[in-house]
């Protein structure tokens, strides 16, 4: 992608949505949390249908605890990996209560030190939850990075990289979310739906996909 076409770009995605936001449904910084861990290689529609009963009953991390493993385990059974994810989960909320008061920690060397939290996960809580100018590449950002042109990368790091490079920075914070609905419903990854694409003259992928 050239650079001039990137101003464009992101205008054009900012004009559609101009306050765009995670599909993760969450009332406070631990539960959003918790969702993104509950998240990893599951849909948000499926970790919300599980936290909307989960977190009425535990949505701090010594409520989560007092629920033990068997107890997580009952509400999350339903989302990939329950097992390991309730332990993980677990494990995170001891250490957020002994060594940060039950306060999610607001840096990404202290998030990434949480069992189960990654780079991606703690790219997601610094931007969603505390405004920080990150980029957490999943699978659509990936894709959609190295498809437009706009971040080829060979890894999600390179990708990481080349977009906080590239994004201007009066869109940066919520580039992340345009950038992820973007892919999840429009640069899909079997068929990208080119022809309903506002971003499409902008884009390096040819031949753009016609209308079935």
Sequence with gaps: MKTSDIEPFFATLKAANPRPNTELEYTNVFELLAAVLLSAQATDVGVNKATRRLFPVANTPQAMLDLGLAGLEGYIRT???????????????RILVEQHGGQVPRTREALEQLPGVG??????????????????????I???????????????LEVETRLLERVPPAYLVDAH???????????QARRPRCWECTVAPYCDYQPKTPSP
Excluded: E, S
């Design 119 to 140: 780079r991606k996960t703690a790219n997601v809580v610094l931007n969603v939850a505390f405004g920080q100018p990150t980029m957490a590449v999943d699978t659509h």
């Design 142 to 156: 990936f894709r959609v990075g190295n498809r437009t042109g706009l971040a080829p990368g060979r890894n999600p």
């Design 79 to 93: 989302i990939g990996l329950y097992r390991t994810k309730a332990r993980n989960l677990l494990a995170t909320c």
């Design 177 to 187: 979310h345009w950038l992820i609905l973007l892919g999840r419903y429009v640069c």
